[in-house]
């Protein structure tokens, strides 16, 4: 079982900037590649960035590419998601998601199996 607790969401002007956290219970931590995703309302689900177990592989939307980073700590059991330039239409609740090695597709969020609650990220123009 992992427990996932994210934080750092807020509201910020267009342009600016957030770090969202997700920290995690657990001992194995070290052992999930991780992903953020995002829902604005009225809209579906959609990959935000996706970081393999060590963190050596990073995956990004194309909407979010050289604006965001994601970033992990395993020894801290946390891992992060740097946004920069935001955008109004970055607006959404942020989650952050679990899922045991080896798996595909980081995009996909039913390769998941633990979820956070979300942070609220709202940008305005």
């Known amino acids: 079982q992992v427990q996932l607790v994210e934080s750092g969401g807020g509201l910020v002007q267009a342009g600016g900037s957030l770090r969202l956290s997700c920290a995690a219970s657990?001992?194995?931590?070290?052992?999930?590649?991780m992903g953020w995703f995002r829902q604005a309302p009225g809209k579906e689900r959609e990959f935000v960035a996706g970081?393999?177990?060590?963190?050596?592989?990073?995956y990004y939307a194309y909407s979010v590419k050289g604006r965001f980073t994601i970033s992990r700590d395993n020894a801290k059991n946390t891992v992060y998601l740097q946004m920069n330039s935001l955008k109004p239409e970055d607006t959404a609740v942020y989650s952050c998601?679990?899922?045991?090695?080896?798996?595909?597709?980081?995009?996909?969020?039913?390769?998941?199996?633990?979820w956070g609650r979300g942070t609220q990220v709202t940008v305005s123009s």
């Open positions: 998601a679990a899922r045991p090695r080896g798996r595909l597709y980081y995009a996909d969020y039913g390769t998941y199996d633990y």
């Open positions: 970081i393999s177990w060590s963190g050596g592989n990073t």
């Open positions: 657990g001992r194995t931590f070290s052992s999930y590649g």
